[in-house]
């Protein structure tokens, strides 16, 4: 499978939902340590925003995640 960046992106949307959904985290919460607004990252879990391509970024790195924990590691390039 060739990745792009919306797959990266929403392979991203789908962790944070994983996160709130598993209680490891609220909403409210993740919004805080993302820099984002919750009724923003509201909208954005619920797929009614967009998630731009600097507030991905952000939200990465206050998350201490890299592009490469989104990557499987089948579909690592060698």
Known sequence: ?????????IRLIRNLQERVQSGEITERGLARVAGISQP??????????????????????????DVRDLIQPDERVR
């Open 1 to 9: 499978m060739l990745l792009d960046f919306e797959h990266l992106l």
């Open 40 to 65: 923003h990252l509201h909208n954005v879990l619920k797929g009614k925003r967009q998630l731009s391509v600097a507030m991905a970024d952000q939200v990465l790195r206050r998350l201490h995640l």
